[in-house]
């Protein structure tokens, strides 16, 4: 059965600090992996979207990297701000858009 | 541009008691899905309508129904909600169904007691 697994589950940081969350999968075959963010009480709203070939992928201050042998990714987060507070999540494409496997996201708290 | 609406945003049903959720977008899209998302688990999709006039179970249909109204319009209709149906649910549209990326409505939040 296709996995996604995240780590940590939750997380605190204060503002200005850097983190990284971790993205594990076992998804067969692989299309791509994205990264969602989710504010409390809204939508998914897509942040990367990385292909096989791809290592390394920045949106601002969002940088992900992806490692397709060992079949994990991870997102980064450069000098953390108060609205970074969000759940994001990890999400592995099997090869069309019905075929998405989704992880139950970590959820960060930044604190001023 | 308001991308994905969903209404309502939030709903109380009673045990049997039959709702429809709408869904409609304005990005000319041809793929639109609806999905659960339950505490501790990643989002399931339910249904999913790959373009206008087609439509075709994801994971968890059970319960549910959907009509493809038009090329905006995606409903989900519960006919008899059961307590296991409280969730919150997103509805979501793309370009297409293979490897483009997808954009979420708000969400309703669902309690059937």
């Known amino acids: 059965k296709n996995q996604v697994e995240q780590s940590p589950q939750s997380l605190i940081i204060l503002e200005g600090k850097n983190c990284t969350l971790q993205c594990n999968y076992t998804v067969s075959p692989f299309s791509n992996l994205r990264w969602y963010k989710q504010d409390t009480g809204r939508g998914p709203v897509s942040l990367t979207i990385m292909t096989f070939s791809e290592n390394t992928k920045s949106n601002g201050r969002y940088t992900a990297t992806l490692d397709a042998d060992t079949k994990q990714s991870s997102l980064h987060i450069t000098a953390s701000q108060l609205s970074d507070s969000a759940s994001y999540i990890c999400v592995v494409s099997s090869g069309s858009a019905r075929q998405l496997t989704f992880g139950s996201g970590t959820q960060l708290t930044v604190l001023p | 541009n308001a991308g994905v609406t969903q209404t309502p945003k939030f709903q109380v049903l009673k045990t049997g008691q039959s709702m429809t959720l709408q869904c409609a977008q304005d990005m000319n899209h041809n793929s639109m899905y609806w999905y659960r998302q339950d505490p501790g688990m990643g989002l399931r999709l339910i249904y999913y309508?790959?373009?206008?006039?087609?439509?075709d179970k994801g994971e968890v249909p059970n319960g549910y129904n959907v009509s493809r109204l038009n090329k905006r319009e995606f409903s989900l209709r519960l006919e008899s909600a059961a307590p296991s149906q409280t969730s919150v649910y997103f509805c979501a549209s793309s370009a297409g169904l293979a490897g483009v990326e997808q954009y979420f409505g708000p969400g309703t939040r669902l309690t059937v007691t």
């Open positions: 309508s790959a373009s206008e006039g087609t439509t």
